[in-house]
T-cell receptor, first 116, second 112 residues
Framework: DTGVSQNPRHKITKRGQNVTFRCDPI?????LYWYRQTLGQGPEFLTY????????KSRLLSDRFSAERPKGSFSTLEIQRTEQGDSAMYLC?????FGTGAYEQYFGPGTRLTVT | QKEVEQDPGPLSVPEGAIVSLNCTYS??????FMWYRQYSRKGPELLMY????GNKEDGRFTAQVDKSSKYISLFIRDSQPSDSATYLC????????????FGTGTRLTVIP
């Protein structure tokens, strides 16, 4: 068990470009969450998947954001037409779907996005 | 007003001190209460969590929940320089997506 991994760790892009981040959860975890964290703030929920189904999206997830988890394993988060306000740390977390493990979310190291 | 409030600090204590970290919340639907530790430029690490009211102890760490006051605490005994980090409280509602609602985090420095 290598934990949750995220790639890339850091992405610098120019305003208006598209970016895509990848998250590989802990292998037996059915649930996968995306959060965004800005400097000096706690993470904020964006969306989550149970297996391949995207079950909930926050209103923070504008139309420029899309997330997928096509085979119920890894997930991608794409931001189209990036804006400077998108600069943040994007965190992925995973958990089991049932039992007490459903409340234990384990985070990856995050992808730090800088939009210039 | 945010659903979860946490004093951002910073908080500096000498090595060996007892540290008290606190959060308040407004949503009565929160049933699970977590504490995460986050080192600079890293992802949050789950320290411990409790369900509903009560205490839970894990080594040098003790978590307390008082649902009647909507107040949770994390105590760190015999604090070490390696405890220097940002501590985030987080909460989950009984129903729904199980997504975490975080406080802003308290930055702690333990001085050798």
């Amino acid at each position: 068990d290598t934990g949750v991994s995220q790639n890339p760790r850091h992405k610098i892009t120019k305003r208006g470009q598209n970016v895509t981040f990848r998250c590989d959860p802990i292998s037996e975890h059915n649930r996968l969450y995306w959060y965004r964290q800005t400097l000096g703030q706690g993470p904020e929920f964006l969306t989550y998947f149970q297996n391949e189904a995207q079950l909930e999206k926050s209103r923070l997830l504008s139309d420029r954001f899309s997330a997928e988890r096509p085979k119920g394993s890894f997930s991608t988060l794409e931001i189209q037409r990036t804006e400077q306000g998108d600069s943040a740390m994007y965190l992925c977390a995973s958990s089991l779907a049932f039992g007490t493990g459903a409340y234990e979310q384990y985070f990856g190291p995050g992808t730090r996005l800088t939009v210039t | 007003q945010k659903e979860v409030e946490q004093d951002p600090g910073p908080l500096s204590v000498p090595e060996g001190a007892i540290v008290s970290l606190n959060c308040t919340y407004s949503n009565s639907a929160f049933q699970y209460f977590m504490w995460y530790r986050q080192y600079s430029r890293k992802g949050p690490e789950l320290l411990m969590y409790t369900y509903s009211s009560g205490n839970k102890e894990d080594g040098r760490f003790t978590a307390q929940v008082d649902k009647s006051s909507k107040y949770i605490s994390l105590f760190i005994r015999d604090s070490q320089p390696s405890d220097s980090a940002t501590y985030l409280c987080a909460m989950i509602r009984q129903t729904g997506a199980n997504n975490l609602f975080f406080g802003t985090g308290t930055r702690l420095t333990v001085i050798p």
